[in-house]
């Protein structure tokens, strides 16, 4: 029965989510030190920021990418296991069509064509992670 | 042949139609479900739900041409009884 569970659609989207976020998390946090523009103060350009500023702002950008990981990850499993369960046959096509559903999901709230374009984009990329895999 | 003798028949034929038929359920269900690639040695969750219905579908086909057969085997069976009654009286 536990076995039943762990096989289910539901856990498989949360089990996504959570590994989402923690890997948003540490891509915010990394990204964060490599690209930072913390503490500018336009009469002082030298000024180091502070300890304090950096943190703050590492974890805002942590918090901001584990949020958005943690749902895109969500949405793809979840979509992924859904056509999954529909078709009745597990290989490369269903990544691909949840990619495009995902992408196209994320992509529609700016416009058609950015849903297209997102759709396109994130069907490539999870056929190319597929390929890899497999 | 006293009706214990002909019970027991009837079961051990039972027997044997079951297993015939868990055998070709077997065979059928993963020819059709499992694709001979074996990159992992679980079902994923397309083959299991496949299965799960693969099963469900053989089963029900089972029962209704049982049922079907035994509507046929009746109504031969009445047709014989009313020919032989009718040769029985002329």
């Known amino acids: 029965m536990v076995e039943r569970a762990m096989e289910s659609c539901a856990f498989k989207a949360a089990l996504a989510c959570v590994g989402g976020f923690v890997l948003g998390g540490a891509f915010g946090v990394f990204t964060a030190g490599i690209d930072t ?8 350009p030298y000024r180091t920021p502070t300890a ?3 943190l703050k702002d590492m974890g805002q950008r942590g918090i901001s990418y584990a949020k958005n990981f943690a749902i895109v990850g969500a949405m793809f ?3 992924e296991c859904v056509v999954e369960s529909y ?3 597990s290989d490369w096509k269903n990544s691909v069509i ?3 559903i995902t992408g196209g999901a994320i992509g529609f709230r700016a416009g058609l064509k950015a849903g297209v374009i ?4 994130f069907a490539a990329f999870s056929a190319a992670i597929d390929y890899y895999l497999r | 042949m006293d009706p ?5 028949l009837a079961a051990e034929l039972e027997v044997d139609m079951m297993a015939d038929m868990y055998n070709r359920m077997t065979q059928a269900c993963h020819r059709k479900c499992v ?4 990159k992992d040695a679980e079902l994923s969750k397309g083959e299991s739900v496949c299965l799960d219905r693969c099963v469900a579908k053989y089963l029900e086909v089972h029962e209704r041409m049982g049922k079907k057969l035994t509507e046929l085997s009746l109504q031969d069976e009445e047709l014989l009884k009313r020919m032989q009654q009718g040769t029985g009286t002329t």
Do not use: I, M
């Not at chain 1, 523009?37 to 002082?44: I, S």
């Open chain 2, 35 to 38: 694709p001979p690639h074996y």
């Open chain 1, 87 to 89: 078709r009745g046959k």
């Open chain 1, 52 to 54: 304090k500023e950096v």
């Open chain 1, 37 to 44: 523009n913390v503490g500018f103060d336009p009469k002082d």
């Open chain 2, 4 to 8: 214990l003798r002909a019970q027991q």
């Open chain 1, 118 to 121: 997102g759709c396109g984009g």
């Open chain 1, 98 to 100: 949840s990619g495009c």
């Open chain 1, 77 to 79: 499993s979840c979509t």
